[in-house]
Protein backbone atom coordinates (compact mmCIF):
# COMPACT_ATOMS: atom_id res chain seq x y z
CA UNK A 1 0.00 0.00 0.00
CA UNK A 2 1.15 3.40 -0.97
CA UNK A 3 0.61 7.25 0.51
CA UNK A 4 1.75 10.03 -0.59
CA UNK A 5 2.62 12.54 1.79
CA UNK A 6 4.17 16.18 1.39
CA UNK A 7 6.14 15.00 -1.13
CA UNK A 8 6.86 11.80 -0.06
CA UNK A 9 6.33 8.11 -1.34
CA UNK A 10 5.81 5.80 1.44
CA UNK A 11 4.70 2.31 0.51
CA UNK A 12 4.14 -0.63 3.15
CA UNK A 13 4.18 -4.33 2.80
CA UNK A 14 0.40 -6.25 1.77
CA UNK A 15 0.78 -7.08 5.46
CA UNK A 16 0.33 -3.48 7.08
CA UNK A 17 -2.84 -2.03 6.93
CA UNK A 18 -1.67 1.73 6.82
CA UNK A 19 -4.47 4.91 7.02
CA UNK A 20 -3.51 8.23 5.91
CA UNK A 21 -5.00 10.02 9.42
CA UNK A 22 -5.31 13.44 8.86
CA UNK A 23 -7.84 12.68 5.75
CA UNK A 24 -10.08 10.74 7.77
CA UNK A 25 -14.03 11.85 7.49
CA UNK A 26 -14.23 11.18 11.31
CA UNK A 27 -11.20 13.48 12.24
CA UNK A 28 -12.18 16.31 9.57
CA UNK A 29 -16.14 16.31 10.35
CA UNK A 30 -16.57 15.81 13.97
CA UNK A 31 -12.51 16.26 15.34
CA UNK A 32 -12.17 19.24 14.51
CA UNK A 33 -14.86 21.03 15.59
CA UNK A 34 -12.73 21.54 18.67
CA UNK A 35 -10.43 24.29 18.14
CA UNK A 36 -7.01 23.97 17.91
CA UNK A 37 -7.57 19.88 16.80
CA UNK A 38 -5.00 18.21 15.36
CA UNK A 39 -3.66 14.68 14.22
CA UNK A 40 -0.37 12.50 13.10
CA UNK A 41 -0.26 12.19 8.66
CA UNK A 42 -0.14 8.42 8.70
CA UNK A 43 -1.09 5.57 10.72
CA UNK A 44 -0.11 1.57 9.99
CA UNK A 45 -0.42 -1.28 11.51
CA UNK A 46 1.13 -4.87 11.38
CA UNK A 47 1.47 -7.80 12.78
CA UNK A 48 3.68 -6.90 15.29
CA UNK A 49 3.84 -3.03 15.36
CA UNK A 50 1.67 0.14 14.92
CA UNK A 51 2.57 2.97 13.59
CA UNK A 52 2.06 7.24 14.18
CA UNK A 53 3.95 9.17 11.38
CA UNK A 54 4.38 12.18 11.29
CA UNK A 55 6.16 13.57 7.87
CA UNK A 56 8.06 17.09 7.97
CA UNK A 57 10.17 17.22 4.14
CA UNK A 58 11.70 20.95 5.05
CA UNK A 59 13.70 20.15 1.44
CA UNK A 60 14.47 23.45 -0.19
CA UNK A 61 13.08 25.54 3.04
CA UNK A 62 14.88 24.13 5.48
CA UNK A 63 16.36 27.85 6.81
CA UNK A 64 12.49 29.10 7.13
CA UNK A 65 12.08 25.59 9.40
CA UNK A 66 15.12 26.24 11.69
CA UNK A 67 13.64 27.25 14.60
CA UNK A 68 11.16 24.15 14.57
CA UNK A 69 13.99 21.97 14.62
CA UNK A 70 14.75 22.86 18.24
CA UNK A 71 13.67 21.64 20.88
CA UNK A 72 11.12 22.90 23.12
CA UNK A 73 11.19 26.16 20.56
CA UNK A 74 14.45 27.34 22.47
CA UNK A 75 15.07 29.34 18.95
CA UNK A 76 11.62 31.29 18.25
CA UNK A 77 10.64 33.10 14.70
CA UNK A 78 9.78 36.62 14.68
CA UNK A 79 7.40 35.61 11.26
CA UNK A 80 3.75 36.50 12.02
CA UNK A 81 2.64 33.54 9.96
CA UNK A 82 4.69 31.43 12.25
CA UNK A 83 3.21 32.71 15.53
CA UNK A 84 0.95 29.68 16.48
CA UNK A 85 3.25 27.21 15.56
CA UNK A 86 5.65 25.11 17.46
CA UNK A 87 8.43 23.36 17.75
CA UNK A 88 8.76 19.87 15.97
CA UNK A 89 8.90 18.28 19.00
CA UNK A 90 5.96 19.61 20.64
CA UNK A 91 3.84 19.59 18.10
CA UNK A 92 4.12 15.75 17.34
CA UNK A 93 3.60 15.37 20.93
CA UNK A 94 0.32 17.18 20.72
CA UNK A 95 -0.59 15.48 17.36
CA UNK A 96 0.20 12.04 19.00
CA UNK A 97 -2.21 12.42 22.13
CA UNK A 98 -5.27 14.04 20.01
CA UNK A 99 -4.92 11.08 17.56
CA UNK A 100 -5.39 8.41 20.26
CA UNK A 101 -8.16 10.93 21.43
CA UNK A 102 -9.79 11.16 18.40
CA UNK A 103 -9.63 7.41 17.49
CA UNK A 104 -11.02 6.57 21.46
CA UNK A 105 -14.06 9.20 19.97
CA UNK A 106 -14.69 7.11 16.99
CA UNK A 107 -14.90 4.07 18.74
CA UNK A 108 -17.73 5.77 21.08
CA UNK A 109 -19.89 6.84 18.43
CA UNK A 110 -19.06 3.42 16.30
CA UNK A 111 -23.08 2.69 16.71
CA UNK A 112 -24.20 6.26 15.86
CA UNK A 113 -21.75 8.49 12.96
CA UNK A 114 -20.89 6.86 9.76
CA UNK A 115 -17.79 8.99 10.00
CA UNK A 116 -16.21 6.58 12.62
CA UNK A 117 -16.22 3.37 10.58
CA UNK A 118 -12.26 3.55 10.12
CA UNK A 119 -10.64 5.11 12.48
CA UNK A 120 -13.00 2.56 15.14
CA UNK A 121 -10.94 -0.22 13.89
CA UNK A 122 -7.70 1.42 15.34
CA UNK A 123 -8.87 1.51 19.07
CA UNK A 124 -9.27 -2.30 19.16
CA UNK A 125 -5.84 -2.75 17.90
CA UNK A 126 -4.88 0.15 20.42
CA UNK A 127 -6.65 -1.41 23.63
CA UNK A 128 -5.98 -4.80 23.06
CA UNK A 129 -5.03 -6.78 26.33
CA UNK A 130 -3.44 -10.01 24.78
CA UNK A 131 -0.37 -11.58 25.03
CA UNK A 132 0.31 -10.55 21.28
CA UNK A 133 -0.22 -7.30 22.12
CA UNK A 134 1.10 -4.73 19.14
CA UNK A 135 4.31 -2.27 20.22
CA UNK A 136 3.75 1.46 19.48
CA UNK A 137 6.28 3.42 17.05
CA UNK A 138 5.67 7.05 17.11
CA UNK A 139 8.10 8.30 14.71
CA UNK A 140 9.06 12.14 12.97
CA UNK A 141 10.00 11.50 9.70
CA UNK A 142 12.37 14.53 9.24
CA UNK A 143 13.39 15.39 5.78
CA UNK A 144 15.78 18.21 4.76
CA UNK A 145 19.64 19.13 4.79
CA UNK A 146 19.83 20.73 8.15
CA UNK A 147 23.72 19.81 8.56
CA UNK A 148 24.99 23.68 7.59
CA UNK A 149 22.24 25.18 9.55
CA UNK A 150 24.65 25.29 13.20
CA UNK A 151 28.24 25.67 13.52
CA UNK A 152 28.55 23.22 16.19
CA UNK A 153 25.07 20.62 15.65
CA UNK A 154 24.86 18.06 12.98
CA UNK A 155 21.39 17.01 11.65
CA UNK A 156 22.07 14.03 13.44
CA UNK A 157 22.63 15.91 17.20
CA UNK A 158 19.22 17.43 16.13
CA UNK A 159 17.47 14.25 15.72
CA UNK A 160 18.42 13.38 18.60
CA UNK A 161 17.25 16.47 20.84
CA UNK A 162 14.51 15.78 19.25
CA UNK A 163 13.88 12.61 19.94
CA UNK A 164 14.70 12.47 23.44
CA UNK A 165 12.53 15.65 24.08
CA UNK A 166 9.28 13.81 22.77
CA UNK A 167 10.04 10.39 24.39
CA UNK A 168 9.79 13.32 27.87
CA UNK A 169 6.97 14.29 26.77
CA UNK A 170 5.33 11.54 25.93
CA UNK A 171 6.49 9.45 28.97
CA UNK A 172 2.81 8.80 29.80
CA UNK A 173 2.41 6.79 26.95
CA UNK A 174 3.88 3.56 26.54
CA UNK A 175 5.66 3.53 23.28
CA UNK A 176 8.96 3.71 21.00
CA UNK A 177 9.84 6.81 19.65
CA UNK A 178 12.28 7.56 16.22
CA UNK A 179 13.11 10.83 14.80
CA UNK A 180 14.65 9.42 11.11
CA UNK A 181 14.78 10.78 7.80
CA UNK A 182 15.45 8.89 4.04
CA UNK A 183 19.16 7.43 5.27
CA UNK A 184 18.51 6.47 8.66
CA UNK A 185 14.17 5.19 8.39
CA UNK A 186 14.39 1.18 9.45
CA UNK A 187 13.74 0.04 6.11
CA UNK A 188 12.07 -3.29 7.57
CA UNK A 189 8.88 -1.04 8.41
CA UNK A 190 8.42 0.61 4.87
CA UNK A 191 10.14 1.74 2.02
CA UNK A 192 10.07 5.71 1.01
CA UNK A 193 11.04 7.34 -1.84
CA UNK A 194 10.39 11.13 -3.40
CA UNK A 195 7.41 11.57 -5.53
CA UNK A 196 8.22 12.17 -9.07
CA UNK A 197 7.01 15.62 -9.98
CA UNK A 198 4.37 14.55 -12.60
CA UNK A 199 2.40 12.43 -10.12
CA UNK A 200 2.75 15.03 -7.66
CA UNK A 201 1.61 17.95 -10.14
CA UNK A 202 -1.79 15.97 -10.99
CA UNK A 203 -2.50 15.65 -7.47
Do not use: P
Not at 71 to 95: G, Q, T
Not at 146 to 175: H, V, Y
Amino acid sequence: MEINESRLSFVFSEETKAYKFDDDKFYRKEFNNMSGSKGVDIIASSDKFIHMIEVKNCVGDEKNNIWRIVANNKKLSNNDSNRHKESYDVEISKKVAMTIACIYGAFTMRNSKETAVELKKYWSIINTESKDKKQLIITLFLEGDFDNCFTSRSKKMIMTDLQNSIRKKLSWLNCKVSVVDSNTYNKSHYKVDYVKQSTFLSK
